[in-house]
Protein backbone atom coordinates (compact mmCIF):
# COMPACT_ATOMS: atom_id res chain seq x y z
CA UNK A 1 0.00 0.00 0.00
CA UNK A 2 1.42 3.24 -1.10
CA UNK A 3 0.25 4.92 2.30
CA UNK A 4 -1.31 8.26 3.12
CA UNK A 5 -0.63 10.61 0.36
CA UNK A 6 -1.10 14.26 0.51
CA UNK A 7 -0.16 17.34 -2.25
CA UNK A 8 0.83 19.82 -2.38
CA UNK A 9 3.91 18.74 -0.04
CA UNK A 10 5.24 22.36 -0.06
CA UNK A 11 3.30 25.54 -0.45
CA UNK A 12 4.08 29.00 -0.77
CA UNK A 13 1.79 31.86 -1.33
CA UNK A 14 0.76 35.27 -0.61
CA UNK A 15 -2.18 36.25 2.05
CA UNK A 16 -5.58 36.60 0.65
CA UNK A 17 -4.75 33.26 -2.20
CA UNK A 18 -6.76 30.32 -1.52
CA UNK A 19 -5.19 27.05 -1.05
CA UNK A 20 -6.23 23.71 -1.86
CA UNK A 21 -4.71 21.17 -0.27
CA UNK A 22 -5.61 16.86 -0.78
CA UNK A 23 -5.67 14.08 0.38
CA UNK A 24 -5.61 10.72 -0.83
CA UNK A 25 -6.41 8.01 1.88
CA UNK A 26 -5.47 4.65 2.27
CA UNK A 27 -8.00 2.22 0.28
CA UNK A 28 -10.21 0.69 3.04
CA UNK A 29 -9.73 2.94 5.56
CA UNK A 30 -13.33 4.36 7.04
CA UNK A 31 -11.82 7.56 8.52
CA UNK A 32 -9.97 10.36 7.28
CA UNK A 33 -8.47 13.46 9.68
CA UNK A 34 -7.18 16.68 9.15
CA UNK A 35 -4.35 17.92 11.73
CA UNK A 36 -2.37 20.67 11.73
CA UNK A 37 0.67 21.33 13.14
CA UNK A 38 2.60 24.30 14.49
CA UNK A 39 5.55 24.90 16.88
CA UNK A 40 3.60 26.41 19.68
CA UNK A 41 0.43 24.60 19.51
CA UNK A 42 1.28 21.11 18.59
CA UNK A 43 -1.01 18.70 16.45
CA UNK A 44 -4.46 20.03 16.42
CA UNK A 45 -7.45 18.23 15.29
CA UNK A 46 -9.09 20.28 12.63
CA UNK A 47 -11.80 18.15 11.39
CA UNK A 48 -12.44 14.22 10.65
CA UNK A 49 -14.99 12.43 8.39
CA UNK A 50 -15.97 8.73 8.57
CA UNK A 51 -17.79 7.24 5.69
CA UNK A 52 -17.39 10.38 3.49
CA UNK A 53 -19.37 12.50 6.28
CA UNK A 54 -18.00 15.27 8.09
CA UNK A 55 -18.09 13.81 12.18
CA UNK A 56 -16.63 16.84 13.55
CA UNK A 57 -15.17 19.79 12.30
CA UNK A 58 -14.68 21.78 15.96
CA UNK A 59 -11.22 22.53 15.12
CA UNK A 60 -11.49 24.02 12.03
CA UNK A 61 -10.13 28.02 13.18
CA UNK A 62 -12.70 29.68 11.56
CA UNK A 63 -15.15 29.78 8.20
CA UNK A 64 -12.17 30.51 6.12
CA UNK A 65 -11.15 26.53 6.64
CA UNK A 66 -13.36 24.52 4.52
CA UNK A 67 -12.81 20.40 4.51
CA UNK A 68 -14.58 18.00 1.57
CA UNK A 69 -14.57 14.12 1.54
CA UNK A 70 -16.37 13.54 -1.91
CA UNK A 71 -15.38 10.05 -2.00
CA UNK A 72 -14.04 7.29 -0.12
CA UNK A 73 -10.55 8.13 -1.82
CA UNK A 74 -9.98 11.78 -1.80
CA UNK A 75 -10.66 14.57 0.48
CA UNK A 76 -9.80 18.49 0.70
CA UNK A 77 -8.71 21.12 2.84
CA UNK A 78 -9.40 24.87 1.60
CA UNK A 79 -8.23 27.58 2.87
CA UNK A 80 -9.73 30.69 1.77
CA UNK A 81 -8.66 33.36 1.90
CA UNK A 82 -5.39 32.85 3.50
CA UNK A 83 -3.42 34.78 6.19
CA UNK A 84 -0.14 34.39 7.45
CA UNK A 85 -0.99 32.54 10.77
CA UNK A 86 -2.05 29.98 8.49
CA UNK A 87 1.39 28.85 8.02
CA UNK A 88 2.02 25.78 9.17
CA UNK A 89 1.88 21.88 8.18
CA UNK A 90 -0.92 20.50 7.37
CA UNK A 91 -1.12 16.48 7.77
CA UNK A 92 -4.05 14.51 6.75
CA UNK A 93 -4.25 10.55 8.24
CA UNK A 94 -6.19 7.70 7.98
CA UNK A 95 -7.56 4.76 9.86
CA UNK A 96 -9.49 1.52 10.02
CA UNK A 97 -12.23 1.15 13.13
CA UNK A 98 -11.76 -2.34 14.39
CA UNK A 99 -11.49 -3.62 18.02
CA UNK A 100 -8.14 -3.18 19.37
CA UNK A 101 -6.79 -1.13 16.56
CA UNK A 102 -8.05 2.54 15.71
CA UNK A 103 -4.26 3.96 15.16
CA UNK A 104 -3.84 6.82 12.72
CA UNK A 105 -1.43 6.34 9.75
CA UNK A 106 -0.20 9.91 8.70
CA UNK A 107 1.14 11.65 5.09
CA UNK A 108 3.78 12.58 5.01
CA UNK A 109 2.65 16.24 5.54
CA UNK A 110 1.72 19.52 3.23
CA UNK A 111 4.08 22.65 4.19
CA UNK A 112 1.92 25.64 3.87
CA UNK A 113 3.89 29.20 4.00
CA UNK A 114 1.86 32.13 3.35
CA UNK A 115 3.77 35.43 3.24
CA UNK B 1 -10.50 20.33 27.71
CA UNK B 2 -8.42 17.48 27.93
CA UNK B 3 -4.46 18.07 27.61
CA UNK B 4 -1.44 15.77 27.84
CA UNK B 5 1.88 16.92 29.62
CA UNK B 6 4.78 15.54 28.09
CA UNK B 7 8.50 15.61 29.05
CA UNK B 8 11.17 16.69 28.87
CA UNK B 9 10.94 19.31 26.12
CA UNK B 10 13.92 18.08 23.96
CA UNK B 11 16.92 15.61 25.51
CA UNK B 12 20.82 15.78 24.13
CA UNK B 13 22.16 12.56 24.73
CA UNK B 14 25.38 10.38 23.50
CA UNK B 15 24.79 7.12 21.42
CA UNK B 16 24.78 4.00 23.65
CA UNK B 17 22.57 6.16 26.29
CA UNK B 18 19.32 5.03 27.10
CA UNK B 19 16.02 7.45 26.73
CA UNK B 20 13.55 7.93 28.82
CA UNK B 21 10.31 9.71 28.41
CA UNK B 22 6.59 10.00 29.29
CA UNK B 23 3.41 11.70 29.34
CA UNK B 24 0.95 12.41 31.80
CA UNK B 25 -2.38 13.80 31.82
CA UNK B 26 -5.33 14.70 34.62
CA UNK B 27 -8.19 12.44 32.74
CA UNK B 28 -8.45 8.93 32.37
CA UNK B 29 -7.54 7.69 29.30
CA UNK B 30 -8.42 3.53 27.07
CA UNK B 31 -5.64 4.00 24.84
CA UNK B 32 -2.10 5.29 24.41
CA UNK B 33 0.11 5.59 21.61
CA UNK B 34 3.70 6.66 20.85
CA UNK B 35 4.38 7.93 17.51
CA UNK B 36 7.45 9.10 16.02
CA UNK B 37 8.16 12.00 13.70
CA UNK B 38 11.20 12.14 11.38
CA UNK B 39 12.51 15.65 9.71
CA UNK B 40 9.57 16.30 6.49
CA UNK B 41 8.03 13.35 7.51
CA UNK B 42 4.55 12.59 9.40
CA UNK B 43 4.10 10.63 12.33
CA UNK B 44 4.23 7.05 12.84
CA UNK B 45 3.26 4.38 15.33
CA UNK B 46 5.95 2.82 17.15
CA UNK B 47 4.15 1.18 19.63
CA UNK B 48 -0.49 1.21 20.83
CA UNK B 49 -1.11 -0.04 24.49
CA UNK B 50 -4.77 -0.07 25.30
CA UNK B 51 -4.66 -2.03 28.80
CA UNK B 52 -3.84 -0.32 32.48
CA UNK B 53 -0.27 -1.46 33.18
CA UNK B 54 0.16 -3.05 30.09
CA UNK B 55 3.86 -3.09 28.97
CA UNK B 56 5.05 -3.51 25.50
CA UNK B 57 8.42 -3.71 23.50
CA UNK B 58 9.06 -2.95 20.08
CA UNK B 59 12.75 -3.86 19.46
CA UNK B 60 14.62 -1.75 21.54
CA UNK B 61 11.37 0.52 22.64
CA UNK B 62 9.16 -0.23 25.61
CA UNK B 63 6.11 1.68 26.17
CA UNK B 64 4.10 1.10 29.56
CA UNK B 65 0.01 1.99 30.05
CA UNK B 66 0.34 3.30 33.58
CA UNK B 67 -2.55 1.66 36.34
CA UNK B 68 -3.73 4.87 37.18
CA UNK B 69 -4.61 5.44 33.15
CA UNK B 70 -3.36 9.11 33.33
CA UNK B 71 0.33 8.50 32.40
CA UNK B 72 2.44 6.36 29.90
CA UNK B 73 6.06 6.09 29.07
CA UNK B 74 8.64 5.49 26.84
CA UNK B 75 12.09 4.10 27.04
CA UNK B 76 14.21 3.45 24.19
CA UNK B 77 17.62 1.09 25.03
CA UNK B 78 21.11 1.70 23.82
CA UNK B 79 20.30 4.62 21.64
CA UNK B 80 21.09 5.30 17.63
CA UNK B 81 21.85 8.41 15.68
CA UNK B 82 18.78 7.37 13.67
CA UNK B 83 16.50 7.34 16.61
CA UNK B 84 16.71 11.31 15.91
CA UNK B 85 13.51 12.59 15.70
CA UNK B 86 10.15 13.71 17.61
CA UNK B 87 8.74 11.35 20.08
CA UNK B 88 4.54 12.08 20.40
CA UNK B 89 2.74 10.60 23.17
CA UNK B 90 -1.15 10.29 22.24
CA UNK B 91 -4.07 9.57 24.10
CA UNK B 92 -7.69 8.54 23.59
CA UNK B 93 -10.64 8.65 26.00
CA UNK B 94 -13.33 6.61 24.01
CA UNK B 95 -12.15 2.94 23.74
CA UNK B 96 -13.67 1.77 20.15
CA UNK B 97 -15.45 5.20 20.41
CA UNK B 98 -15.38 8.68 19.05
CA UNK B 99 -11.78 8.37 16.61
CA UNK B 100 -11.47 12.18 17.26
CA UNK B 101 -10.66 11.91 21.22
CA UNK B 102 -7.23 11.16 20.23
CA UNK B 103 -5.34 13.85 22.17
CA UNK B 104 -1.69 14.29 21.17
CA UNK B 105 1.33 15.89 23.95
CA UNK B 106 3.61 18.30 22.53
CA UNK B 107 6.38 16.31 21.70
CA UNK B 108 9.47 15.45 23.05
CA UNK B 109 12.57 16.14 20.66
CA UNK B 110 15.43 13.89 20.92
CA UNK B 111 18.88 14.31 19.74
CA UNK B 112 22.08 12.01 19.64
CA UNK B 113 25.33 12.60 19.41
CA UNK B 114 27.82 9.60 17.92
Known amino acids: DAGVIQSPRHEVTEMGQEVTLRCKPI?????LFWYRQTMMRGLELLIYFNNNVPIDDSGMPEDRFSAKMPNASFSTLKIQPSEPRDSAVYFCASSLRQAGANVLTFGAGSRLTVL | GQQLNQSPQSMFIQEGEDVSMNCTSSSIFNTWLWYKQDPGEGPVLLIALYKAGELTSNGRLTAQFGITRKDSFLNISASIPSDVGIYFCAGRTNYGGSQGNLIFGKGTKLSVKP
Open chain 1, 27 to 31: SGHDY
